[in-house]
């Protein structure tokens, strides 16, 4: 195994994207509880955004949601999220909870309600010039209730459409990440439910469109890192939605559900070239703190995926590989356990106070004051939420 | 297989239970969909409720949902449903929906909420009282969302406790049914999360203490008509909560996923004397019509009851004996689906023309004026929803 | 709805390939049951198949495995198929039964071992010449059981070339076939485990590569006619695997589990365009009869297939059209459903009368004397298996 | 989190029985590979079980399995085992490799059939009393393949009665042990197919009759840990049978698909009083080694269950209560996993040497020669496998 004084360097300059929505109430359909504390404003959630990267060093920056984050003016937003040091990230549209989309909206039917998803991916476009984000997320939630309600051909070659329009309207710099998930809202069929609907749907369109991975949008017992090897394989991994589960799309915290998963993912994501300063990989959260606090919340979540990437980095990939040619089952799989089941936490917290950052980030949020300050000062206004 | 004329007689009398809340508006943790028409009271409700009675002669009762469906005067309002031609019938108690319940109800660590959400249940008892209503319907939504959150075998045994004391307030004629769900929104451990423990629970109240199943509350894959016929040989199975679903719990109309499940299902409660006029099982629908016409879906929903009852009754249970005993696995397998195969629509439409009743329901309720009064009628006010 | 005369005539012409080894013994690791009658030779599967066409009028082919079905004159094996009225067709190689394949065949890490299989591949085209086969099908039964046991990725590189290698020895009118599995044998990671796998495998060889949809062979609530949609609108959808399943690759009876599925299924191949005489698409049968007679289960298969092939074709796909593009979601399912709950059975026995055949074709064989025949005739000697 | 030196005697006495099939051949359905050193005899397996207890000091005993390890003379095994330091353990019937059982065993519908089931664990309990067992494991390999097939509550009817007269011959100090499977080989319906059938049909019994909890045998998603916790409150766990699977039964290694899981369930045996000197509950293995060596896979078996177990007992229960009572999530799920993430294999290699074991038990096999003594010795004959 390698040590961690040779994988040190390489947690450098990792970064997780936390999103605007997870300093929000959210929940399940039968509840959403409020807590104190809770945003107010967009400014409001970048500050706690800000704050989980002040304790962590991981999270650079945010993604918005739009509408929940519009606001007039992105270059003020822009500038207020610089000075408390994090960018604003990618840009996530949103075409389900409006009424019009009841039945779809890139590939509604009704061509007036296809072009007016189509408008508000442009509105997204133009928010995107005004933060400087590359990535414009995808995520379709369309799909049918019932057998023989929709004609799932013909709406995907709306989908494919729709997608041609909003792409050509990008700038060179900028990408579309179209994201899959098995399920939910829709319950019988999902316009784009698996990898393969993506990946085919992106590969039509060019190169600057890619594939959005959530690790809760899958199947039971799908293996997720073949998914992540295969796409990294086909140039198309855009990015990642971490957050974990048991069940279906429960979006915990990531890496609470089943920890070697994650480690898996992660290695596969080394493996392939797709972690480090050349990677064009996003790394983002996309979870809901139902029940627990949420800046702790997200505080946990990046050092999970921290741990786990260092832990993955510890795996001797010389002698891993001359098990595997030898096919030495055990050895090999041996080889890559014993990386797992490493404890690189000592060797975190002093990494981390050797770049001025906290060693116990959790315990330096918690001792900061920052919870206490918040839940005095955001009295009074709507808390912000999913809708 | 029996003739269509040999299980007629056995048709009559045929009751399922509606809900009130499937006529308010629901909808998944996304977005919940407005449509006009949408009752504001519980009045409407159960107005709303007779009318599917009205058209299909198989919904002579309406659940309520405490606290969904207060109301001042139950007296008045069972009059009221009663000039209507139904009843009211089993209440649901709600331990979900209110902040204290965050971390559970009847399982909490803290007495006071234990003790509160007890409370919630001798108050459903008054109603119940008020109502003439035999079930006290408890769905615990309770659980925990990470390892270690919560002790679960000290939550299993509070819950014994909780539900003991409820029990005892219970009359003679009064019954407890303890529904369980595999999952959500509790995402890691649901403290009723499948049939063997709410039977464990119920069979340590005692006689009148039985055992709900809702079709859409269990693992992939389960054989659900192997627990009807083993919740009947024990005694335990106190009704159904009908509905369908492709993955988790998608509240769908009963039958639209897989009406051959249902007609196993029904086979199951037919064979083990669960069906009929001397069966206390009761049938009830839960479900969520999101994107459907509420009144309509329920009227689709309790017709499908019907259709795959029938198909189920016309089952040659005497040849299918035979060939069973004679391990004839081809020949049992067809005089089982040669049931299922056939159409029983024309039958069933003169079935009900015989007893005063529209061939075609939902036609008729199509053109019967009720959707397009209740639109222009139910204007202004804030429509019922789930919370 | 349209009438049954208006689609009768688009019943000709149905095709249903029977497997060779769905004749011989088969079941689960625990034990495979033999049975009297069991073929002991190549000849006395076609002589089986033969039979179920025979009866059905719909088995006009029969595939065959390489090596189970080695035979030193295909010509001779030609000819004596034709004599009993069918074709030999699809041929199926297999690289997961000799001990070098353990780890791997076409995706192995030792070049000698994918040269094996790779020359197995090449006996297969051999065959498929003295055959008149026009496609090659591969099951690729590779890949892992332990988290770092092999790479992944290097798998799929490796699998690609071998690929190449074997698609560019195949003849202009040939076909290569693959078909995907969501796992087992293998247990942590299969190679091909999705259709998008297999997709962008058989994408990059060429045009005449194409996908198996083996209905078995997905995730739990997979929407599986969702794939077969997308695979038809890509142009890549090339044989199906027919069989059912309740929880992974059961292998029973097609229609048998969820006959609902099997209808939305061929209901796509019908809107796409993928059934009749100007489809490429393959219909094969892919079962393991453990408990039932194997001839009596070939013929309710194929029969399953034409029962829900009717219902399918009968769907009013005008209305259902108008209604979709209402966004009238229950009119839209009723249309749909409306086709699959009517009661094709006896319209499709005078069907076959009108067209020679018996109108019973389950109860003619068991009439016919063929079985006991069997039973009396085929003592000694070894009976096929699957190995 | 408690210190190792704090839980190190709890390590004492550990054990986990294995099984004498696992060092013989095993495999899926496709293919069974046979490997050089297989076992030949029932006396080589114990030996090889006998070589697991001496490098690992964890597997004191050896399961057998009748008639698959069947001999004239019992009280000679024992002495056998006994002289190579470890005793013969729990007796597990078979009834799903006789043609008779085909369609039923203990459930059959023929009365001769299940007496000859019946008579087969009186055979099972001779051998107890010659070898000094305590338990008689049953699984229950029955159920239907299809629907219609077989009177699911009739077989559940017989299944009591058989069980009763099974039970009834056990003596005093014997037990019923009773294993539930989710499905496989039975594909449409298994006789005991949850804890709750089990618990119902031992609980029927009487004291001495408990449930066998095999950790491949669920749903996917079900919390496994839960079931442990609520069969301890009942007072009904009798065994585990480990191994570990990512999507059916796949029999893998304990603790390699998901080591977390592991954890979680050996922490609910701690803290429910069913690890240690007190506890009845038998741990146990049941596993396929397929592609990899069989005593090596025994030896990292119960590796993972002693490291799991170790960290399971680090947990500071403490703290945990009192984070659990304060509604403290984010601190709950710290403290559990604090445990978990804790690299113990340091420690446990002292902990071996203190007791005179080696440091790396697998490394100590590999160097000793006993893989190359047998895999010349066993040359010729017949490889002991599943059947």
Request: proline share 4%; hydrophobic share 40%.
């Amino acid at each position: 195994m390698k040590t961690f004084s040779e994988i040190a360097t390489l947690l450098e300059g990792q970064a997780i994207e936390v999103p605007s929505w997870a300093y929000g109430n959210s929940g399940t359909r039968f509840k959403v509880f409020g807590t104190p504390g809770t945003p107010r404003t967009v400014e409001e959630k970048v500050a706690d955004a800000a704050t989980v990267h002040r304790f962590t060093g991981l999270a650079p920056s945010v993604a918005l949601h739009i509408p929940w984050d519009l606001v007039d003016d992105y270059a003020a937003l822009r500038r207020y999220a610089e000075d408390l040091g994090i960018r604003l990230g990618t840009i996530n549209s949103n075409t389900f909870q409006d009424d019009d989309y009841k039945l779809g909206a890139l590939t509604h039917t009704d061509e007036k309600i296809r072009q007016k998803a189509i408008d508000h991916h442009f509105e997204c476009i133009d928010v995107m010039h005004a933060t400087g984000s590359r990535d414009l997320k995808i995520w379709l939630a369309e799909g049918t209730n019932y057998p023989g309600q929709g004609d799932m051909r013909g709406r995907q070659d709306r989908l494919a459409e729709s997608l041609r329009t909003i792409y050509d309207r990008l700038s060179e710099d900028q990408r579309l990440v179209l994201e899959y998930k098995f399920f939910e809202p829709a319950f019988y069929h999902t316009d784009v439910p698996d990898w393969g609907t993506s990946y085919v749907q992106v590969a039509a369109l060019g190169e600057r469109a890619v594939v959005c991975l959530d690790t809760g949008h899958h199947a039971p017992g799908t293996n997720i890192e073949f998914i992540v090897a295969q796409l990294i394989r086909l140039g198309k991994l855009g990015s990642f939605d971490f957050n974990s589960r048991f069940y279906a799309d429960d979006d915990l915290i990531v890496g609470a559900a089943d920890p070697f998963q994650l480690f898996r993912i992660l290695f596969e994501c080394i493996r392939g070239g797709a972690y480090g300063p050349d990677s064009e990989v996003a790394y983002m959260l996309d979870q809901c703190h139902n029940i627990e606090k949420k800046i702790p919340g997200q505080i946990r979540s990046v050092l999970n995926v921290q741990e786990m990437t260092a832990r993955a980095l510890l795996v001797d990939t010389d002698a891993l590989t001359v098990a595997q040619e030898d096919g030495d089952v055990l050895l090999a799989n041996e080889i890559f356990m014993d990386a797992f089941y490493t404890d690189v936490r000592a060797d975190l917290a002093a990494w981390r106070e050797g770049r001025g950052l906290p060693a116990d980030p959790m315990r330096a949020y918690l001792e900061s004051g920052y919870q206490e300050q918040i839940e005095a000062d955001r009295v009074g206004g709507t808390q912000a939420g999913w809708s």
